[in-house]
């Protein structure tokens, strides 16, 4: 029993074999697979595989930092009108985040997003789906003042904690210690961890205990080791559990075991 816990197989990446795909992620063991949004136009095609599959696919809602147009504030109202219908089936905010690597023009507005979505986090009892490039230090600290906002005065969901993953986290060893600092959240450890000059696998085993990560592919992007440059598909995962198993000195069920074990609670939802 395996989770993905971050894939977009609503792709056009996948629209000629979608059901090959899903059918050589149960064959590999996956039992769940997440599927983080990225804009209003990804929303329907989302929705629609995750209704064709459910119970095995469970989607998210949030608009990606990369996908900031000068309509922003409209797309984000649409996704707040589907948050509000009690019926609605989504597990989480996201992919939502920071992401300064190729462009800053939007260096204020990426920020004013981000912390709008972590409200709804908070309104909606929601787990984040966070996205952070070139951002850490910004990340952090729209975190910091949003968890403030709702821990002070007479916020009626003060007492909530907000909860999440660091999606695709790639950074320092002290980075991934103040990340952990956020109780409610794991890290997303996908096919990175198994390239070759990767730094990953020593801040892991400097850092961060097993009992704090989740396994993802972030599919079509980052195949794993033997599958680098290729498509990434939910059925590579085992490449990263492999390799996982290796840093934590364990088995490859324990690992499985202990990273569902660890999304169920993160993303309560799906359980």
């Not at 922003?72 to 219908?85: F, G």
């Not at 980052?222 to 364990?250: D, M």
């Amino acid at each position: 029993m395996i989770i993905d816990t971050h894939s977009h197989l609503y792709g056009e990446e996948f629209a000629s074999d979608i059901d090959e795909v899903l059918a050589r992620a149960q064959a590999a063991g996956i039992t769940k697979i997440f599927l983080p949004n990225i804009n209003t136009d990804s929303i329907a095609p989302m929705l629609t595989l995750a209704r064709r599959h459910a119970r095995f696919l469970y989607p998210m809602i949030g608009l990606h930092p990369e996908d900031l147009t000068d309509e922003w504030h409209n797309d984000l109202a649409k996704m707040e009108l589907l948050l509000k219908d009690p019926t609605h089936p989504f597990i989480g905010v996201g992919e939502v985040g920071l992401d300064y690597y190729w462009d800053r023009s939007r260096y204020e507005e990426q920020q004013e997003a981000f912390a709008i979505q972590v409200g709804w986090a908070y309104q909606y009892g929601l787990p984040l789906m966070i996205h952070t490039r070139s951002a850490h230090r910004e990340m952090v600290d729209v975190l910091r003042h949003q968890t403030a906002n709702h821990q002070t005065g007479n916020d009626k969901r003060s007492n909530s904690q907000l909860t999440g993953v660091f999606h695709c986290f790639g950074g320092t060893a002290e980075e991934a210690e103040e990340l952990l600092r956020f109780d409610g959240f794991m890290l997303g450890i996908g096919g990175v961890v198994t390239f070759k000059k990767s730094p990953l696998p020593e801040v892991l085993r400097q850092a961060v205990p097993l009992s704090r990560i989740v396994i993802e592919t972030d599919a079509p992007y980052l195949a794993p080791v033997p599958y680098r440059g290729k498509r990434n598909e939910s059925a590579f995962i085992q490449g990263t559990v492999a390799k996982l198993a290796e840093i934590y000195e364990t088995t490859e069920d324990k690992i499985a075991e202990i990273t569902t074990i660890n999304a169920l609670q993160t993303f309560p939802k799906a359980r």
